[in-house]
Nanobody, 114 residues
Framework: QVQLVESGGGLVQPGGSLRLSCAASGIRFHIYTMAWYRQGPGKQRELVATITMTGSTNYADSVKGRFTISRDNAKNTVYLQMNSLKPEDTAVYIC????????WGQGTQVTVSS
């Protein structure tokens, strides 16, 4: 059974940082493209960042220079380091794994507020 379990969300002040983690099980993690999506209140789900099996990364324009996606294949885990957080980054952040199939985590809430 495939599981993607996110952690690391929480409440942070504007300008602060958080590091999200997504631990995967039940898949050959190292061959999957991993991604982080987010869905803010009243908004559609949007792609935040992706990392391929070779380590190539892509980011949404809104997070370039502030967020960094990385992966540790030995730990079957993908990370999202988020710096210089803004109130508009408030959302549920959801992990995604894609190869022959596609899988989603349950999400972790990130709230940026003073």
């Amino acid at each position: 059974q495939v599981q993607l379990v996110e952690s690391g969300g929480g409440l942070v002040q504007p300008g602060g940082s958080l590091r999200l983690s997504c631990a995967a099980s039940g898949i050959r993690f190292h061959i999957y493209t991993m991604a982080w999506y987010r869905q803010g209140p009243g908004k559609q789900r949007e792609l935040v960042a992706t990392i391929t099996m070779t380590g190539s990364t892509n980011y949404a324009d809104s997070v370039k220079g502030r967020f960094t996606i990385s992966r540790d294949n030995a730990k079957n885990t993908v990370y999202l380091q988020m710096n210089s957080l803004k109130p508009e980054d408030t959302a549920v952040y959801i992990c995604n794994a894609r190869f022959s199939g596609e899988y989603w985590g349950q999400g972790t809430q990130v709230t940026v507020s003073s």
